[in-house]
């Protein structure tokens, strides 16, 4: 009767050892396709950002510095640089406020007939300028450029003038509350 029980212990750990051993297999391959789709979701993100990331906006001092062209504004030159290989479209440069007694931090606080935004349109790839209007460096004041615009796959951006990156759900022109119809000025080849 002695054998019996051994015999029958026996069994029943391993029953349980292959039952752990079962267990611990389904959960691994449940792991690792969770991994697998996980690495695919960021994958899909990163191509999905992927042209957004590679356009940025600064201002730099022009050939010939800040310049008055008017007795309003100071203008000062925007360095837009496209380092994807397609455009990006509805372009629009917005001075924005980083500190100070300035305009809005945020280019689309700034809407309809904002005088210190250029309307660019198609911005190709490369490095590009453009001379926009700003209140002057009064009083404290840190100014930034801000870009939006629509990717090639349609998806809408901006850049802001700290750097970082956002989608928008709407295009450029209705983000910035921009009265239609608008006047594209375009930009000047850097490179």
């Known amino acids: 009767m002695a ?22 297999a389904v959960a691994a391959v449940i792991v690792s396709l ?36 008017d007795d309003k504004h100071v203008w000062q030159y925007v360095v837009l640089r496209n380092e994807s290989e397609s455009p990006v479209y509805d372009a629009i440069v917005a001075c924005v406020g980083l ?7 945020r280019g689309e606080e700034c809407a309809g007939d ?8 198609v911005l190709p790839p490369g490095e590009w300028g ?23 796959r349609g998806v809408s951006w901006v850049r802001r003038g700290n750097g970082i990156l956002e989608e928008t759900k709407e295009d450029p022109v209705s983000f910035y509350g921009v009265e239609l119809p608008c006047a594209w000025v375009g930009c000047e080849r850097r490179d």
């Open 3 to 24: 054998e019996y029980w051994e015999v029958g212990l026996i069994e029943i750990i391993d029953l349980v050892v292959t039952g752990i051993s079962g267990v611990a």
């Open 34 to 69: 969770w991994k697998v789709g996980q690495e695919k979701l960021a994958r899909a993100e990163k191509l999905r950002r992927s042209q957004a990331e590679s356009v940025s906006c600064w201002f730099e001092d022009g050939p010939e510095g800040p310049r008055s062209l």
């Open 99 to 105: 500190q100070g007694a300035g305009p809005a931090a």
């Open 114 to 121: 904002y005088p210190y935004r250029r309307l660019l349109g």
């Open 130 to 152: 453009v001379w926009l209007p700003t209140s002057g460096l009064g009083m404290s004041v840190v100014l930034g450029a801000e870009i939006a615009f629509r990717d090639a």
